[in-house]
C-alpha cells in the first residue's frame, strides 16, 4: 500500500525564503552541517509522518474545515534569532516575540487533524525554519537581523526522497484571510 509522508508547514514567499538564504550566508564561519535546500525552508506546524491515501484525503477535509470555519487567520512575524538542538544537531532560524496567533493555529490544526487519528507532538511547539542538519553549535555573537513574514496561507507537504537528499512539495494550500 503507498503511503505519503506529510507534515504542515507555513511556506516562506520568495522574497522571505531569499532574506532567510540572504541573511543565513552572512553567519561568520566556520559554520558546519548539511544546508538545507533552499527551496525546503519552511516552519512546521505538525508532522504527520507516512500515511495512507485514505488518511491524506482525511487530513485534507479536516485542513478544508478548518480554514471554512474561520478557525484560521493571517498575521505576522519577524524571524530575528538563531537557535540550535544540540541533541537533534540543528541550526535554526526562529522568533524572539512569537505571535499568540501561530500558537493558536498549530492548537487548533492539531484538534482539526485528531479526527484523522493524528495525535499532537507532547513536547511544547517551538516554531523555527531548520538550516542546517548535523550542525555543530556556532559561535555566532549577536547577529542582528529582521525578516518580516507575513503568513496568510498554511499547506499541507509531502516530503519525496531523491538522489540528491529529500524534497518537499506542496499539495495543498489553505488561504488564511
Not at 525564503?17 to 527551496?39: C, D, N, W, Y
Not at 519552511?42 to 470555519?69: M, N, P, W, Y
Not at 555566532?140 to 498554511?154: C, N, R, T
Request: charge should be positive; aromatic fraction near 10%.
Amino acid at each position: 500500500m503507498k503511503t505519503h509522508r506529510l507534515f504542515f508547514a507555513l511556506w516562506p514567499s520568495a522574497q522571505v525564503r531569499h532574506s532567510i538564504v540572504e541573511t543565513f550566508s552572512q553567519l561568520p564561519p566556520p559554520v558546519k552541517g548539511r544546508f538545507m535546500q533552499a527551496h525546503n525552508l519552511h516552519v512546521t506546524l505538525h508532522f504527520i509522518g507516512s500515511v495512507t491515501e485514505d488518511t491524506r484525503k482525511c487530513l485534507h477535509v479536516a485542513a478544508q474545515g478548518l480554514a471554512a470555519q474561520g478557525g484560521i487567520r493571517g498575521f505576522e512575524f519577524d524571524l530575528n534569532c538563531y537557535g540550535h538542538f544540540s541533541k537533534a544537531k540543528i541550526l535554526w532560524m526562529g522568533m524572539q516575540n512569537i505571535p499568540t496567533e501561530l500558537f493558536q493555529l498549530q492548537k487548533n490544526l492539531g484538534v482539526a487533524l485528531s479526527e484523522c487519528g493524528y495525535q499532537c507532538d507532547k513536547r511544547d511547539y517551538n516554531p523555527h525554519a531548520t538550516l542546517m542538519r548535523k550542525s555543530t553549535k556556532p559561535i555566532m555573537g549577536q547577529q542582528k537581523f529582521s525578516i518580516p513574514w507575513a503568513v496568510d496561507e498554511l499547506v499541507l507537504v509531502e516530503s519525496i526522497p531523491g538522489d540528491s537528499g529529500v524534497n518537499y512539495r506542496v499539495i495543498e494550500r489553505y488561504a488564511m484571510p
